[in-house]
């Protein structure tokens, strides 16, 4: 059990925030698996300050039985608040605010957001403290090790968000500048969760069970982010909650379950974005779910490449089952 801001989290798992994936349809799918706390897409402050239709469509959710932050970034204290003020007027479903510090691609960075915010802590509080000037809910922070293994400063910049009052902190294991490659140094971070003030959540690589139990005991950590891992691996949420329920070890799904699993999301997606439109960015998903599975290969191009609509995804998904003797029927 921890604590954000008021709310009392019993999940051990964050469904992370992931541009072009992590939209409503893919989190209310996920929620079945079991998490406490899920954030948005990035949400820019220019373009919820400017009006821009598809970014206040990121801010646009209901109530669900977990907690949903709406990420947002910039870099500006002014704009931010500002920013967090209309998503609360469009949306006064929001639980809680999340800022990113820890974006690594350049087009974020070299407009000084996300990692880039790494290089000034004192900027990175008064962030903060912004956002908590206009709004009573909690306020999280993602950040990284540092911008690079010169400037590994990850202590400092968390000493200036508790300072600033906030409630939670995600720490990515990597530097800005080794993006998302290589080994997360969760290491580097042994015992953090005990210098710390508030919740924990680590963030970097969880592709299984194992890597969530590793990442816990090294760090402390309150609870995982899981975001790259969990897609077409929606069963690892839950076996993450089980074992962190009564200890058991869950065996991973059926060929049958996983697509099963696979066509529910792409049902969902087609629903929230349209058919058309909902599989052309299903091609980037669906594929993850055949990972692993005799001729993989051949059904993860065909996913990639023939999704038009629902009734091509059904039938790429029945070729899959009968070449593999399993009884599949939607």
Same mark, same amino acid.
């Given at each position: 059990?921890?604590?954000?801001?008021?709310?009392?989290?019993?999940?051990?798992?964050?469904?992370?925030?992931?541009?072009?994936?992590?939209?409503?349809?893919?989190?209310?799918?996920?929620?079945?698996?079991?998490?406490?706390?899920?954030?948005?897409?990035?949400?820019?402050?220019?373009?919820?300050?400017?009006?821009?239709?598809?970014?206040?469509?990121?801010?646009?959710?209901?109530?669900?039985?977990?907690?949903?932050?709406?990420?947002?970034?910039?870099?500006?204290?002014?704009?931010?608040?500002?920013?967090?003020?209309?998503?609360?007027?469009?949306?006064?479903?929001?639980?809680?605010?999340?800022?990113?510090?820890?974006?690594?691609?350049?087009?974020?960075?070299?407009?000084?957001?996300?990692?880039?915010?790494?290089? &000034? @802590?004192? %900027?990175?509080?008064? +962030?903060?403290?912004?956002? /908590?000037?206009? #709004?009573? =809910?909690?306020?999280?922070?993602?950040?990284?090790?540092?911008?690079?293994?010169?400037?590994?400063?990850?202590?400092?910049?968390?000493?200036?968000?508790?300072?600033?009052?906030?409630?939670?902190?995600?720490?990515?294991?990597?530097?800005?500048?080794?993006?998302?490659?290589?080994?997360?140094?969760?290491?580097?971070?042994?015992?953090?969760?005990?210098?710390?003030?508030?919740?924990?959540?680590?963030?970097?690589?969880?592709?299984?069970?194992?890597?969530?139990?590793?990442?816990?005991?090294?760090?402390?950590?309150?609870?995982?982010?899981?975001?790259?891992?969990?897609?077409? &691996? @929606?069963? %690892?949420?839950?076996? +993450?909650?089980?074992?962190? /329920?009564?200890? #058991?070890? =869950?065996?991973?799904?059926?060929?049958?379950?996983?697509?099963?699993?696979?066509?529910?999301?792409?049902?969902?997606?087609?629903?929230?974005?349209?058919?058309?439109?909902?599989?052309?960015?299903?091609?980037?998903?669906?594929?993850?779910?055949?990972?692993?599975?005799?001729?993989?290969?051949?059904?993860?191009?065909?996913?990639?490449?023939?999704?038009?609509?629902?009734?091509?995804?059904?039938?790429?998904?029945?070729?899959?089952?009968?070449?593999?003797?399993?009884?599949?029927?939607?």
């Amino acid at each position: 059990m921890w604590k954000l801001g008021n709310y009392q989290i019993e999940s051990k798992v964050v469904l992370g925030p992931m541009a072009g994936i992590t939209f409503k349809s893919y989190r209310e799918f996920m929620s079945q698996f079991g998490f406490g706390v899920c954030v948005t897409e990035m949400v820019s402050d220019m373009g919820l300050i400017y009006g821009n239709k598809e970014t206040e469509e990121y801010v646009s959710f209901k109530k669900g039985n977990y907690l949903t932050g709406v990420q947002l970034f910039g870099h500006e204290p002014e704009n931010v608040k500002k920013a967090a003020e209309i998503a609360l007027k469009l949306n006064p479903n929001i639980d809680f605010f999340d800022f990113n510090m820890g974006c690594p691609v350049p087009k974020v960075t070299n407009a000084g957001a996300g990692s880039a915010l790494m290089k &000034n @802590p004192k %900027l990175c509080g008064d +962030i903060i403290r912004a956002i /908590k000037e206009v #709004t009573d =809910l909690p306020v999280s922070a993602k950040i990284r090790l540092g911008w690079d293994n010169n400037s590994i400063n990850y202590l400092e910049v968390i000493k200036e968000l508790e300072e600033a009052g906030v409630d939670m902190i995600t720490v990515h294991s990597r530097t800005r500048k080794e993006l998302y490659s290589g080994e997360p140094h969760h290491d580097l971070l042994k015992d953090l969760r005990n210098k710390m003030s508030v919740p924990l959540v680590i963030s970097g690589n969880i592709y299984t069970l194992d890597d969530a139990i590793n990442a816990i005991n090294i760090t402390g950590a309150d609870a995982v982010m899981v975001a790259r891992g969990g897609i077409g &691996n @929606p069963f %690892l949420l839950k076996q +993450i909650e089980q074992y962190y /329920k009564d200890g #058991t070890r =869950l065996e991973s799904p059926s060929l049958k379950e996983q697509l099963e699993w696979c066509y529910e999301l792409g049902y969902k997606i087609a629903e929230d974005k349209g058919e058309s439109s909902g599989m052309r960015i299903y091609r980037a998903i669906a594929p993850k779910f055949v990972i692993g599975i005799p001729n993989a290969k051949k059904y993860k191009n065909r996913l990639c490449t023939e999704l038009a609509d629902l009734k091509s995804l059904k039938m790429i998904l029945k070729d899959i089952a009968n070449d593999n003797e399993i009884e599949f029927s939607l």
